[in-house]
């Protein structure tokens, strides 16, 4: 069986998906679409797929699923176009910013049936792959406590931040699913320590820049999350997990293992420092996920709940940090 | 000049620090008292000094100054009688358990003028001391977020539990002193999320044993903090500061380097595992840092402000965990 | 410009270069060949590809370089015949097990002006190009001795052993070449200590197992090479130069940097144990290197003459541990 | 029982056993004895004991032992006197230059029966003793390769490389003892490669700056060695040992491990770079063996004998590069 797609979006992660898709056997890449055609048209030629305007992808007979990577925006309404289309989808996080409409879409996937991943990437990545694998296989027993680190190299333009939803929406939201990937519980409690230390004009558009959260579980596991839009050394995106048996950890990756010694000291270089660099593999990988469970007809994982879950967190973060309390969610 | 020494208490930390004076050419150890005759005169012997009661000690004119190592439940009088003496002073955390009671005796310190130097011996481990140094050079610029991982390798007996003034007053309380000696400025709020993970009888005991603690500073620097009474690799001590230039770190210390590589992979031993192994430098370089001082006449540090500080914290750390709540300190 | 390439030889390390073919825009596989029809065949369909025969190749208009992937001994004969048909050349080491052959071949080759690139991948791995990169820049200053750690996780079987040249002309020759390539000077000289110490049958086919050499420059440079068929830990490819301002050095790679720290210490994975997994990116660079300057006309690098350098180290070598003596050649 | 030492030599090792006496109850330093008096009076004030002249020292019916740490020409002399006179003896290394010498002082000590400890001090190093232990433990199983960094910071004055011996007898020697110690069989041959690369003044005092050695075992195992009297980057003392079941390896040490972070790299700092500090811990522990041997009655180790196989070993190197050529020596 080959699963033919169609990409709605050719930008920057559109082209690393219909890339990834080229190395797959079973997936073929049938349509392109893009509000700039010339971004629609580079794409479709370099990847041997048609140009289709979004309505027709979706209204094809010869596409099985879609890959949503538009703006965030549009994600919800083309997920709900996409459902009662039949098609299987996979959409970049997070579904909205809103939560009320990503229950309501939600509801319509669920009306229709089909399948829908959200593209939390980093539950891709080999590294956290292998963490997950250990707690698993019991090597560190009962998940006692887990400590990310995640730390971007430089902060976005003041552009994006405002589109962004905020710290705890747009960067937050992928290690408060890292923490449920990894907790094996569901938190019941957030709070979080929210500040603008890199750059005033983030706190001036009502944003932070730097924030330190904590979630409990009902039975008191407990996850910490240290963010921060800058961090010169480089992409810092570290893993712990504690459990009652010992430490399963993940360290940063970087281009080369080359170390350089002399009377200053030994020196290794900085960091990935891009995340598309960083997690090359976890996007190679999620597409692979997304097709191979379309294949075989398993559920997919990450879910659209997945993605509900984790913007609850942020939610409750952003509740947290402004009203510095602690703020109850619902298991 | 010579700096003549009074031991109060001959256990196991009397012996340490009586081995530290025995290598300053600058101290010498005049007398040792202990409730137990026989560990007074063990150590009076193998150290050349004298056995003498305590009170003989606060009295004596052969001796500038006092080393309080009893149970904490007589710190606070201890310090009292010798300021009253007017000897210089060197106390084990905590003064007290109870704030009430270290504020009066700090007042008592006071009013004899008389130096007081608290028991964090944290600060003095040449990690520790190296990760300031690089931040007091300005190395990272200025603060924005420390890290602490503290853990303990194994739980003390309940018994120890009983008397220890429970997770916070008894082992964060080091954490607290050294959050504070890295952030340079005051925590205004704490949050603490404590659970029983690791041993249900310290729940019994109405104690923690696992527990996530965020301090922010007026100006918004964040310190977060990971504790937990059991980790089955050892004694993991480790400390980051990340500041707008970059990322100051302290690794975990082992007894040797070796690695063994096979086909199941790469393993290097476990952490030191006991608190006097992997801070033996520390208490070395902390009575000679007392000494130095009384010989200088330079202010003593970490004074008896200090252990203040960090017992509020504890006080706040504990009440949030309690009512699930942030609680705010003064400056 | 488009590169149009024959593939001569559908195995492993065809397939390899192969799909490296297809991510690079400026060059194009037209044709492969193989003994084996189905092998051609099946390489053929999934690079889009047409099947033809060697000499087809040789002959074709519609081809202007060749990558020969064949066994060891149709090398030498398959460079002369494109050689004489005028195509650029890509041969995987070795050109030929025979010195004297190797020269004959060479001399064709000169004669007719194509270019030839001998198959080195490891001075493409990111991690050794770091390193000479290093050098290059003067980091390390002057480079005084260098020293490769080359071990395979597992001997390889006896029926490869008997084709393979011995461990000095089909394992350590890559290594002879990096030393070439990071000394930045010839060795005059070369000694080896050879020993049967993985495998009894090794011995009787007349090969060594386990080897330490030592190549000396003409001024007094040093590089050692330690080599063995058995390193349970996976493939160990290390490489440090020491220089008279400090030390580069490149170390392992594992598929992950996961760790897992529990009682018995801290763990890590072994090494990526298989030549194909370790030098992937190596092997991906080198055939962009190649297309990069048949599209520039830029020299190739490395050349035929490298191949014939490596070999006559191997020699040397050979003659060495053979004969328990120190072994000239000529600069 | 107290074991009785008599101290010959007050400079800096003399001083830094003295040190290591003072902490072992079962040894007391009754006397030191220097040519220059008050470097002999200093020590003695400083350790309790008194100043008295080698004889004296050697003829003394209250001294059970004595430590040799004169300059390397009075050692044999010292060695046969303190023979005759039956008293136990711990000699830093060499026991002299010239192979001749040393065998005639080893027969005076066997004639008398008393025990001989050389000071090869690596061999109490806790990570190297860790290395060891493993091999014995069968860890890595039976052992193939030895791999030796040993590298100094810096070249000695002119002065003391007149006297030294020369690079092998010096410094390599050291490592042939620590060959020796992990290899689990006598070196048979001997390969030296050394060259003036660091300083010219070396060269025309005849000697050498920088050498890559391998020795080989009879039954073929490899050890290698790596010299060199300049590394920027600090005192660089690695040893691996690889076996038929894996790899057991010793990395170097550092004061602290603090590591620095930004745009420019990860960088920890230089090693540990004098010999004195980085083997602190060895010549305590050293010291205590010698003394415990002398209370248990168990047999020395290392011996004279150790002591003559490391400079036949240095001898055979020289040979081996001043003729550039295999050095057969007696098992």
Same mark, same amino acid.
């Given at each position: 069986?080959?699963?033919?797609?169609?990409?709605?979006?050719?930008?920057?992660?559109? @082209?690393?998906?219909?890339?990834?898709?080229?190395?797959?056997?079973?997936?073929?890449?049938?349509?392109?679409? &893009?509000?700039?055609?010339?971004?629609?048209? =580079?794409?479709?030629?370099?990847?041997?797929?048609?140009?289709? &305007?979004?309505?027709?992808?979706?209204?094809?007979?010869?596409?099985?699923?879609?890959?949503?990577?538009?703006?965030?925006?549009?994600?919800?309404?083309?997920?709900?176009?996409?459902?009662?289309?039949?098609?299987?989808?996979?959409? #970049?996080?997070?579904?909205?910013?809103?939560?009320?409409?990503?229950?309501?879409?939600?509801?319509?996937?669920?009306?229709?049936?089909?399948?829908?991943?959200?593209?939390?990437?980093?539950?891709?990545?080999?590294?956290?792959?292998?963490?997950?694998?250990?707690?698993?296989?019991?090597?560190?027993? @009962?998940? #006692?406590?887990?400590?990310?680190?995640?730390?971007?190299?430089?902060?976005?333009?003041?552009?994006?931040?405002?589109?962004?939803?905020?710290?705890?929406?747009?960067?937050?939201?992928?290690?408060?699913?890292?923490?449920?990937?990894?907790?094996?519980?569901?938190?019941?409690?957030?709070?979080?320590? =929210?500040?603008?230390?890199?750059?005033?004009?983030?706190?001036?558009?009502?944003?932070? &820049?730097?924030?330190?959260?904590?979630?409990?579980?009902?039975?008191?596991?407990?996850?910490?999350?240290?963010?921060?839009?800058?961090?010169?050394?480089?992409?810092?995106?570290?893993?712990?997990?504690?459990?009652?048996?010992?430490?399963?950890?993940?360290?940063?990756?970087?281009?080369?293992?080359?170390?350089?010694?002399?009377?200053?000291?030994?020196?290794? #270089?900085?960091?990935?420092?891009?995340?598309?660099?960083?997690?090359? #593999?976890?996007?190679?990988?999620?597409?692979?996920?997304?097709?191979?469970?379309?294949?075989?007809?398993?559920?997919?994982?990450?879910?659209?709940?997945?993605?509900?879950?984790?913007?609850?967190?942020?939610?409750?973060?952003?509740?947290? =940090?402004?009203?510095?309390?602690?703020?109850?969610?619902?298991?």
């Amino acid at each position: 069986m080959t699963v033919r797609l169609g990409l709605l979006g050719a930008g920057r992660i559109g @082209k690393v998906h219909a890339a990834a898709i080229a190395a797959i056997p079973a997936a073929k890449l049938v349509a392109v679409a &893009d509000a700039f055609p010339d971004a629609a048209k =580079a794409l479709a030629a370099s990847s041997g797929a048609e140009v289709r &305007d979004a309505d027709a992808i979706m209204a094809a007979d010869d596409i099985d699923a879609v890959l949503i990577t538009t703006p965030t925006d549009l994600h919800a309404t083309m997920i709900e176009q996409a459902a009662k289309a039949g098609k299987a989808i996979f959409c #970049e996080k997070p579904i909205d910013l809103d939560v009320e409409r990503v229950r309501a879409c939600l509801a319509v996937v669920a009306k229709h049936g089909v399948p829908l991943m959200v593209g939390f990437n980093r539950r891709f990545d080999p590294n956290f792959v292998e963490v997950r694998r250990q707690i698993d296989a019991g090597t560190i027993g @009962k998940v #006692e406590m887990v400590s990310i680190t995640s730390r971007d190299p430089a902060p976005p333009p003041a552009d994006y931040i405002k589109r962004s939803g905020g710290l705890f929406r747009d960067m937050t939201i992928h290690d408060f699913d890292m923490a449920r990937f990894l907790l094996g519980e569901e938190p019941v409690s957030v709070f979080a320590s =929210a500040s603008v230390l890199v750059d005033p004009e983030i706190g001036e558009l009502g944003d932070y &820049d730097s924030a330190s959260i904590v979630l409990t579980t009902k039975s008191g596991r407990i996850a910490q999350i240290s963010n921060t839009r800058r961090a010169s050394y480089g992409y810092d995106q570290r893993i712990e997990v504690l459990g009652e048996k010992g430490l399963v950890s993940a360290d940063n990756l970087r281009a080369t293992n080359v170390e350089i010694a002399n009377s200053t000291g030994y020196l290794r #270089e900085p960091l990935l420092n891009f995340f598309m660099t960083r997690y090359t #593999e976890a996007y190679r990988a999620e597409i692979s996920a997304f097709i191979a469970t379309i294949v075989s007809g398993a559920p997919v994982s990450p879910t659209g709940e997945d993605g509900l879950r984790a913007l609850l967190l942020a939610e409750a973060a952003l509740k947290s =940090a402004k009203e510095k309390r602690v703020v109850e969610i619902a298991a």
